[in-house]
């Protein structure tokens, strides 16, 4: 069984980080970024094991990983190295942002 979970992406004077690190469980699954309440999140599928109360962490889920991700605005370089996650538009300027991870 696996549950979605939320996690931010790194917010400064209005605007997403340029370079940000993030610890996810392993094998977490980047399915989504968009605001919500005017900040970056960004939504992962994520193993856990069903248990009678609700879930309970998976192998997966209690092996931590540090993810490193960059944020660009359109027009900006990309780096070979990154991979393609996501793009969102921020509500308020209108601005679009593109997330890449380090590979």
Do not use: C
Request: glycine fraction near 6%.
């Amino acid at each position: 069984m696996r549950v979605i979970y939320k996690y931010p992406i790194a917010f400064h004077n209005g605007e997403p980080m340029p370079d940000f690190r993030e610890v996810l469980p392993m094998n977490a699954e980047i399915i989504r970024v968009a605001e919500q309440n005017g900040r970056p999140q960004m939504w992962a599928i994520v193993p856990v094991i069903p248990i009678n109360s609700g879930f309970a962490p998976s192998k997966d889920q209690l092996t931590m990983q540090m993810r490193n991700f960059f944020v660009i605005a359109t027009g900006q370089g990309v780096d070979d190295r990154w991979t393609y996650i996501a793009s969102w538009e921020q509500k308020l300027g209108g601005f679009i942002w593109h997330l890449f991870e380090a590979k």
